[in-house]
């Protein structure tokens, strides 16, 4: 142990109640840090987990028809129109979605996709009168490559399901809305178009707005309904690496002449209110951190006070201002990394302990727990605050430490 280091924690013991406040200080500041992220954190990827368990990562719809505008150049007098101008006219639906299917499978970054016929219907279950709702027809096998409807079944059987060209799957707000069970007859009506279907399953995927009108039917049973023989409305697309979604989607619309839209940008609204959240609770609990801080530097500067002759007297006998500023940087360290090593075993142990406790979320995703994300980054994070605020505390004090002369010192203590 340097002799520097030995000096330190002389100084450390001579101050342990102040040092003791201000260690408690950063190890909670720290702990709650970590504690804070990792909720806000587990919370935004459930979401992120739940959209594309629902929606895919991205969708293709309507299809781009090009339009040119034309305005004259009035400068010169016979100079001919400048295209100035384009002009995108979006064409309802996806007209031919089985060739589109192939061309986007053919795309490397692709893991699925699954067409979607949508139209609104009116639900008659005989007991609580017409419902509206959003019907989907869907191929069963496509639409589960692309989604996480099977994880997704509360009640029934998708298989079932799938066995059934009648068979129908509620989502669990409807069902509860209409008083259904599996086996029930329920009518479906699109304009003057009316079918019979049996509920196979009740689904809930955890988003209330879907949760409460989403109704799902084959493909077949859904053009006859709807009386829409061809097309579909979008198609969902999976991806291997959900997070190139952007790219992926200015590619496609190139290409395919598509709109294309990823996930990032159809739940932009939520990722900036996760990301906001997460700033702010980083933000609030670092003051803790800044607290304690200040505490130390208060701690270290009556320091520099109190032993003004002890300092003298290691001046006297050689010790550098290097060394003097080392001493108190030394203090400074042993503070911050005993606090921040205690700060992330404590900030574990509430991470464990807050996923543990039962909490019913029913909304823009559905949780019966809290939600925490197990990240290293967090960590990282509070342990890089904390040193960054603990060693700006400790330095100026080292500092004036240092300017100490000692033969000013005895001068001002012989006069």
């Known amino acids: 142990m340097s002799t520097n280091l030995k000096i330190a924690l002389r100084f450390l013991l001579f101050k342990k109640r102040a040092m003791l406040m201000t260690l408690s200080g950063i190890i909670f500041g720290v702990a709650f840090f970590i504690l804070t992220q990792a909720q806000t954190s587990g919370f935004e990827q459930f979401f992120i987990r739940t959209i594309l368990g629902t929606d895919s990562a991205l969708r293709v719809s309507d299809r781009i028809q090009m339009t040119v505008a034309e305005r004259a150049i009035t400068a010169s007098g016979n100079a001919p129109p400048i295209v100035v101008e384009t002009v995108r006219k979006y064409i309802e639906g996806v007209e031919y979605p089985i060739e589109l299917k192939k061309a986007i ?3 490397p970054e692709t893991t699925g996709v699954a067409e ?20 989907f027809g869907i191929n069963i096998k496509e639409f589960s490559a692309v989604s996480n409807l099977e994880g997704q079944i509360i009640s029934g059987s998708l298989e079932e399901f799938g066995k059934s060209p009648q068979g129908i799957l509620l989502a669990s707000r409807v069902a509860i809305r209409v008083n259904a ?6 009518n479906l009506t699109a304009g003057k178009t009316t079918q ?15 949760d409460k009108v989403r109704v799902i039917v084959h493909t077949n049973a859904a053009r006859s309904l709807l009386n829409r023989p061809f097309g579909a409305t979008y198609l969902q697309v999976a991806l291997e690496d959900p997070d190139t979604a952007p790219a992926v989607a200015r590619r496609m619309q190139e290409a395919f002449r598509h709109r294309s839209v ?3 940008e159809s739940e932009k609204v939520w990722l900036e209110v996760f990301r906001m959240l997460r700033f702010s609770s980083a933000i609030t609990v670092s003051t803790i951190i800044l607290v304690s801080a200040l505490g130390m ?7 520099v006070i109190e032993k003004t002759r002890e300092i003298a007297i290691l001046r006297s006998f050689g010790f550098s201002k290097r060394d003097v500023t080392s001493i108190f940087l030394w203090l400074g ?3 911050i990394t005993l606090g921040t090593t205690l700060g992330c075993a404590v900030g574990a142990l509430l991470t464990w302990a807050t996923g543990s406790i039962p909490l019913r979320i029913r909304g823009i995703f559905s949780t019966d727990h809290f939600i925490v994300s197990w990240n290293l980054s967090h960590y990282a994070a509070a ?12 330095y100026f004090p080292a500092r004036r430490a240092a300017l100490i002369e000692p033969g000013d010192i005895i001068r001002g203590a012989s006069s």
Do not use: H
Not at 117 to 130: A, E, F, Q, T
């Open 196 to 210: 019979r279907f049996t509920v196979m399953g009740v689904f809930e995927t955890g988003v209330g707005d879907i």
């Open 383 to 394: 342990v890089c605050t904390a040193v960054v605020v603990v060693f700006i505390a400790s």
């Open 333 to 335: 360290w042993l503070v």
């Open 262 to 264: 990823p996930w990032q």
């Open 181 to 186: 069970r599996i086996g029930d007859v329920l």
């Open 116 to 135: 979607v016929l949508r139209g609104s219907v009116k639900l008659d279950s005989n007991m609580r009168g017409n419902y509206d709702a959003q019907l």
């Open 297 to 303: 530097f208060n701690t270290l500067a009556m320091l």
């Open 105 to 107: 499978r053919a795309m």
